[in-house]
T-cell receptor, first 115, second 116 residues
Framework: AQSVAQPEDQVNVAEGNPLTVKCTYS??????LFWYVQYPNRGLQFLLK??????LVKGSYGFEAEFNKSQTSFHLKKPSALVSDSALYFC?????????????FGAGTRLFVKA | DTEVTQTPKHLVMGMTNKKSLKCEQH?????MYWYKQKAKKPPELMFV???????INESVPSRFSPECPNSSLLNLHLHALQPEDSALYLC???????????????FGEGSWLTVV
């Protein structure tokens, strides 16, 4: 069975500092990995995805994520956090081999960026 | 900005009412989804339509009834709901079914449903 874990309920970072939101996954076969952001009272916005190729994926709003196959991780990063980055972040995974191919979402990590 | 449009943004309904949530996308996507999301929780898949046919029903109670009139539209008909059904209902779409490569699922802004 496929699963995804976001080990931190909340991440606090000062504006201007680098941020990391962690995600680990478990799937059969090659994974498809996604990051979404949700601002208060809004839907989920797609940030970036890893399908194949370069392990470092760049996405919207200056975010990037690094795929690490040996550690089964896909951590979201940004070199310099903004107060406006404060939101709820979801990692999602879809397995490449198992039947159904449903997208599984992590529990979410709340990011607080302090001015 | 999202290209998946949902109406209404807010809906309050009684337990005996019949109402519908509507969703529209003009990206030419052939898969459409309904998700339910409780506060500060991840979205939970309810239904998937692939090429206008229902392909996944995640054991959703029959008081929720999906409909896909055409490839651009998706409805969720609501009847005899319970207060615990109050949530944010998200519509989404993707180019093809989830199982096909790394298709991205794009979400609408959601419909806030309150059952009183």
């Amino acid at each position: 069975a496929q699963s995804v874990a976001q080990p931190e309920d909340q991440v606090n970072v000062a504006e201007g500092n680098p941020l990391t939101v962690k995600c680990t996954y478990s799937v059969s076969g090659n994974p498809y990995l996604f990051w979404y952001v949700q601002y208060p009272n809004r839907g989920l916005q797609f940030l970036l995805k890893y399908i194949t190729g370069d392990n470092l994926v760049k996405g919207s709003y200056g975010f990037e994520a690094e795929f690490n196959k040996s550690q089964t991780s896909f951590h979201l990063k940004k070199p310099s956090a903004l107060v406006s980055d404060s939101a709820l972040y979801f990692c999602a995974v879809r397995g490449g081999n198992t039947g159904g191919f449903k997208t599984i979402f992590g529990a979410g990590t709340r990011l607080f960026v302090k001015a | 900005d999202t290209e998946v449009t949902q109406t209404p943004k807010h809906l309050v309904m009684g337990m005996t009412n019949k109402k519908s949530l509507k969703c529209e996308q003009h990206m030419g996507h052939r898969a459409m989804y309904w998700y339910k999301q409780k506060a500060k929780k991840p979205p939970e898949l309810m239904f998937v339509y692939s090429y206008e046919k229902l392909s996944i029903n995640e054991s959703v109670p029959s008081r929720f009834s999906p409909e896909c009139p055409n490839s651009s539209l998706l409805n969720l008909h609501l009847h005899a709901l319970q207060p615990e059904d109050s949530a944010l209902y998200l519509c989404a779409s993707s180019q093809g079914p989830q199982g096909a490569s790394g298709n991205t699922i794009y979400f609408g802004e959601g419909s806030w449903l309150t059952v009183v």
